[in-house]
């Protein structure tokens, strides 16, 4: 990684602060396997397969945090580049445009600027993730049964900040040299959602082209 890249990295110029795992918890010592897989430069598709004998939820959990944490930081690299000037709707191509709607403030999907979605977005998931009764932290507390619905929603919001990255974006991401590392994060996000079947096919089509080119 380049030295400026890693600059821009180190800063954790994310909008908030990153969920971290509890030292001494089995969720921190799943998140230390997959850390450690991943920077191995082990292939990719085997890095995300469930280790034997852990659960499901488990490994879902840790993955859903550390995916928002690093996408987070991947759109705050260019975040400053994405106004409401340059991207008045969220996009992904002439395409695709996604509408915001979180049943709250937003009960209708709406359109919105690029940037004011994505605060929205992260917002959303930042608590989520952060909330007990749906990514329990305590050893022997269950997940709740929709957990598995709730990070399919996730998942699949957060792979149209890719698509809105790629698409519309990945100039900025040249520019900073930081491609190497963006496509990588793609990839062991695409890998992990198809190898659980966390987002549907037809969502993934903005990046179909791309992904088989990158994915094999």
Request: charged share 25%.
């Amino acid at each position: 990684m380049s030295t400026a890249l890693k600059q821009v990295f180190n800063k954790d110029k994310t909008f908030r602060p990153k969920r971290k795992f509890e030292p001494g918890t089995q969720r921190f010592e799943l998140h230390k396997r997959a850390q450690a897989s991943l920077n191995s430069g082990v292939d990719l598709k085997a890095a995300v397969q469930l280790p034997s004998g852990e659960d499901q939820n488990d490994w879902v959990a840790v993955h859903v945090v550390d995916f928002f944490n690093r996408i987070n930081l991947i759109y705050g690299t260019i975040c400053e580049f994405c106004t409401e000037k340059t991207c008045p709707v969220m996009a992904g191509g002439p395409k695709y445009e996604y509408r915001w709607q979180d049943d709250m403030k937003y009960k209708k999907p709406t359109a919105l600027p690029a940037p004011q979605y994505m605060n929205l977005l992260m917002d959303w998931i930042e608590v989520q993730i952060n909330n007990e009764d749906i990514f329990p932290t305590n050893v022997g507390v269950p997940f709740p049964k929709n957990f598995l619905q709730v990070c399919k929603k996730i998942l699949c919001r957060l792979f149209r900040v890719f698509v809105h990255v790629y698409i519309h974006h990945f100039d900025r991401i040249i520019v900073m040299g930081a491609e190497a590392h963006v496509n990588t994060c793609y990839k062991h996000f695409y890998y992990f959602v198809t190898e659980f079947n966390l987002i549907d096919r037809k969502e993934l089509e903005p990046l179909k082209e791309m992904t088989t080119r990158m994915c094999h």
